[in-house]
């Protein structure tokens, strides 16, 4: 926790930041309203103990801006015997808390506690409504326990990290267990996916706005960088990021601020930023299609995650718990070894999201609480055809398979298929094809499917 102590008096500041650092509290000072905005200005602070009265702009005043600059920071006001009228008026404008003077500095400590923690737990669940969550990394493989000790390396750190693996392998499940087992585990995961957003909505969402500051902002939202505050943001599918937002992105990252649209102001954050991605933006970068700069501000800890085929002795495992996670109206239900035998043999293009999909459609089709071979539906694509049919065609054969053929026609077969092994699930089709949410979405229209 950090605190900022502003009042005017040295022998008052010097006390509290002495009595809050035996607590374990890190502190700032500021002696006048203009330095406590000069400080607010450039560091985050988890509270703010603020008097009443200041030389030239009051407690009151330096309340009001922070409340104007959306600051997240709880205040508690200290006022004389005086001034309870002006501290009550302070509690009507915004401030959590306030003491009379003089206080017990146990007292303020137990009630600054209280607010950052109170606020803290805001943030979480307010995570936890606007971003998806996950699950727990399950497997005893080699790889998966090799990556199991590297995350606990990862995680004892504060570094950028960029997570890279094929759709389904469980990016974010990785990024919410190097959170779990950070010294931040406490604060708020805030997971986005990047191109699950339309790009219009998109600087918004990660930045923030203020009332006005276009059509339909009616009131000031925090955005994702604000709302993990000290915790975690999870930036997944980095790869689909427009140009315009990586330049603002990689500002971010390098002077660790954002401004909220519509702001005149840049907000601190103090967020450890992971990413992640199926595509290789080393050929992004060649391409033209991502900063390079950007890249090596993501790419500063890498964490390769291995394809459910490399690891397929972990298929039981993650079998039994995707089945025990999703449950179930008959009670425990669980695959025999010949489902197993079936499933491990399987190649698994789809990954650990794929394997979830075919379970939720063995428990459809399964009687009892046992799961069969002959339950297992893969789906599996169809192979080449036939060498009767795209051989060289003999005299007078016809030159080609009958049907339509063309590459719209191909698109669309590849698409209804990829819709149908995704339950109707748009963006975990365009993740099975390769496809940013925006393209499947766009040739669904153009198909009209």
Same mark, same amino acid.
């Given at each position: 926790?950090?605190?900022?102590?502003?009042?005017? /008096?040295?022998?008052?500041?010097?006390?509290?930041?002495? *009595?809050?650092?035996?607590?374990?509290?890190?502190?700032?000072?500021?002696?006048?309203?203009?330095?406590?905005?000069?400080?607010?200005?450039?560091?985050?602070?988890?509270?703010?103990?603020?008097?009443?009265? #200041?030389?030239?702009?009051?407690?009151?005043?330096?309340?009001?801006?922070? #409340?104007?600059?959306?600051?997240? &920071?709880?205040?508690?006001?200290?006022?004389?015997?005086?001034?309870?009228?002006?501290?009550?008026?302070?509690?009507?404008?915004?401030?959590?808390? *306030?003491?009379?003077?003089?206080?017990?500095?146990?007292?303020?400590?137990?009630?600054?506690?209280?607010?950052?923690?109170?606020?803290?737990?805001?943030?979480?669940?307010?995570?936890?409504?606007?971003?998806?969550?996950?699950?727990?990394?399950?497997?005893?493989?080699?790889?998966?326990?090799?990556?199991?000790?590297?995350?606990?390396?990862?995680?004892?750190?504060?570094?950028?990290?960029?997570?890279?693996?094929?759709?389904?392998?469980?990016? /974010?499940?990785?990024?919410?267990?190097?959170?779990?087992?950070?010294?931040?585990?406490?604060?708020?995961?805030?997971?986005?996916?990047?191109?699950?957003?339309?790009?219009? #909505?998109?600087?918004?969402?990660?930045?923030?706005?203020?009332?006005?500051?276009?059509?339909?902002? &009616?009131?000031?939202?925090?955005?994702?960088?604000? $709302?993990?505050?000290?915790?975690?943001?999870?930036?997944?599918?980095?790869?689909?990021?427009?140009?315009?937002?990586?330049?603002?992105?990689?500002?971010?990252?390098?002077?660790?601020?954002?401004?909220?649209?519509?702001?005149?102001?840049?907000?601190?954050?103090?967020?450890?930023?992971?990413?992640?991605?199926?595509?290789?933006?080393?050929?992004?970068?060649?391409?033209?299609?991502?900063?390079?700069?950007? *890249? *090596?501000? $993501?790419?500063?800890?890498?964490?390769?995650?291995?394809?459910?085929?490399?690891?397929?002795?972990?298929?039981?495992?993650?079998?039994?718990?995707?089945? !025990?996670?999703?449950?179930?109206?008959?009670?425990?239900?669980?695959?025999?070894?010949?489902?197993?035998?079936?499933?491990?043999?399987?190649?698994?293009?789809?990954?650990?999201?794929?394997?979830?999909?075919?379970?939720?459609?063995?428990?459809?089709?399964?009687?009892?609480?046992?799961?069969? !071979?002959?339950?297992?539906?893969?789906?599996?694509?169809?192979?080449?055809?036939?060498?009767?049919?795209?051989?060289?065609?003999?005299?007078?054969?016809?030159?080609?398979?009958?049907?339509?053929?063309?590459?719209?026609?191909?698109?669309?077969?590849?698409?209804?298929?990829?819709?149908?092994?995704?339950?109707?699930?748009?963006?975990?089709?365009?993740?099975?094809?390769? $496809?940013?949410?925006?393209?499947?979405?766009?040739?669904?229209?153009?198909?009209?499917?």
């Amino acid at each position: 926790m950090r605190v900022l102590i502003v009042d005017d /008096e040295k022998n008052i500041r010097e006390s509290l930041k002495k *009595y809050l650092s035996l607590e374990g509290i890190d502190s700032a000072e500021a002696e006048s309203g203009e330095g406590a905005l000069k400080q607010l200005e450039g560091e985050s602070f988890d509270a703010v103990i603020l008097d009443l009265k #200041l030389p030239g702009i009051s407690g009151q005043g330096v309340l009001e801006w922070m #409340l104007k600059q959306g600051l997240p &920071a709880p205040a508690i006001m200290i006022s004389a015997h005086g001034e309870i009228s002006d501290a009550v008026a302070a509690l009507k404008t915004g401030a959590k808390d *306030y003491l009379v003077k003089p206080f017990d500095p146990a007292e303020l400590v137990i009630r600054l506690r209280s607010l950052v923690e109170n606020k803290r737990r805001e943030n979480v669940i307010e995570a936890e409504r606007r971003t998806a969550g996950g699950t727990m990394m399950v497997g005893d493989s080699p790889e998966m326990r090799q990556l199991s000790a590297r995350i606990d390396k990862i995680a004892a750190s504060d570094v950028t990290v960029l997570i890279t693996g094929e759709s389904g392998t469980g990016k /974010e499940v990785a990024a919410r267990e190097i959170h779990a087992r950070s010294p931040d585990r406490d604060e708020p995961f805030v997971a986005v996916n990047i191109g699950g957003i339309h790009e219009g #909505l998109m600087e918004s969402e990660l930045f923030g706005h203020e009332k006005g500051s276009f059509t339909g902002a &009616a009131a000031r939202k925090q955005g994702l960088f604000e $709302l993990a505050g000290r915790g975690c943001l999870f930036l997944d599918e980095i790869g689909e990021m427009p140009m315009p937002l990586q330049v603002k992105l990689l500002r971010v990252l390098q002077e660790r601020r954002v401004r909220r649209l519509g702001g005149v102001s840049d907000i601190p954050i103090n967020a450890r930023i992971i990413s992640a991605t199926n595509k290789n933006l080393e050929t992004l970068v060649q391409e033209g299609r991502f900063r390079e700069d950007l *890249y *090596y501000r $993501l790419n500063v800890l890498r964490i390769s995650l291995p394809p459910l085929r490399e690891r397929s002795a972990d298929i039981p495992l993650l079998a039994a718990h995707l089945l !025990a996670r999703r449950g179930s109206r008959s009670g425990a239900i669980t695959p025999d070894d010949g489902a197993l035998q079936k499933l491990s043999a399987y190649d698994f293009p789809g990954n650990i999201r794929e394997l979830e999909n075919i379970l939720e459609r063995a428990l459809i089709y399964c009687e009892g609480n046992v799961i069969r !071979a002959e339950d297992i539906d893969l789906h599996e694509r169809q192979g080449p055809a036939p060498a009767a049919v795209v051989s060289p065609p003999a005299s007078g054969a016809e030159p080609c398979p009958a049907g339509d053929w063309s590459m719209e026609a191909l698109e669309k077969k590849a698409i209804m298929d990829a819709l149908a092994r995704c339950g109707g699930n748009r963006t975990k089709a365009a993740e099975l094809l390769g $496809l940013s949410r925006k393209t499947i979405l766009n040739k669904i229209k153009a198909y009209g499917l």
